[in-house]
């Protein structure tokens, strides 16, 4: 009788090493996957910091605003120097030289 018992046992572990088998492999494969995600998350990581580092300057570029509209005047003043000088062209659109 014990023999029967011993083998139902041997049966019932070969069973349940094929389980077993699969579940170690799915686990494999979610643990690589959090090694992808830990990788992602350093390079956003390293992004971040430096968008922080570019961003921080935001605040002292107040200053350039009065440069950058009398820039911004002199472009359009620029424009209308262009469309002056194209229209003073001749039709066939060539600079005699």
Known sequence: MDSVVEIIWWIGLLGALIPTAIILKEVALIVRELGHILQLAQL????AEGVAAHV???PRMG?????AEELSEA???LQGAVSRVQAALPAT???RR
Not at 44 to 47: I, K, L, P, S, Y
Not at 63 to 67: D, G, I, S
């Open 63 to 67: 200053a350039l605003a009065e440069p």
């Open 56 to 58: 921080q300057v935001v």
């Open 93 to 95: 659109g060539r600079v």
């Open 75 to 77: 472009l359009v003043r």
């Open 44 to 47: 956003t990581h390293r992004a």
